[in-house]
């Protein structure tokens, strides 16, 4: 190699002022929830305008790393994931609009895999307690019928897994969960039997109270196996 050539290998890709703030925030060991310096202190410490720590700043909130309340600082995000609920939802519903419903088939098989796997923990963990919070919600879910579904049905699946301790879990379960939903306005809620719906709860609650894990995957296997070929008959 030539001298004063630089090799592939030897590139080195300056940090965005992003880069540097979350560098900062990972480095001053800040929880989330914490708030940050105040813009002229990020200005000093990163040696850059207001314009450019006002414009990293949005990029972070955009990516749900920092949250900015206006008129009380900035803080540290929550964790959420909900940040990437636009742009899956965006090309899922492009693809929806090609008449594909391949991608609805994709998001609940990415949750029919996660729960798949939670259940069985479920089944070995949950207290009689929490599967008393279940059968109240099953109860609601079967006494409010179809119009009262979709609210129920999200608690049952939540409850499944809060006592697990797996925030992230709860956080993907209604990521996914809201853009299907915000799928159904475009193209018609799935036909289905309210009845049956129940039924399908039911069995996955007779078999976390028998302690029997792989009769609670089948059963949610089941559930999510049947949400799929509703898709299938939308019109």
Known sequence: MRSGTVGPM???HKPSVQDRL???I???GLDAGAPLPAEPELMRALGVSRNSVREALKGLQALGIVDIRHGYGTFVGEAQLRALAPGLLFHT???VRRADHRALHE????RALLEGGLIRRAALELTEDDLGCLDAELAALAADGAEGRAGHDRRF???LYESLGNAMVLQLIGLFWDVYRELEHEVGKPRTDHDQVVRQHRRVVDA???REPEAAADAIAAHFADVQSRIDRLG
Do not use: G, N
């Open 157 to 159: 699946h939540e409850l």
């Open 107 to 110: 998001i609940v098989e990415v």
């Open 93 to 95: 519903r492009l693809a």
């Open 10 to 12: 030897s590139i080195r």
């Open 26 to 28: 990972i480095d001053s």
């Open 22 to 24: 979350v560098d900062m």
């Open 208 to 210: 976390l109270r028998a």
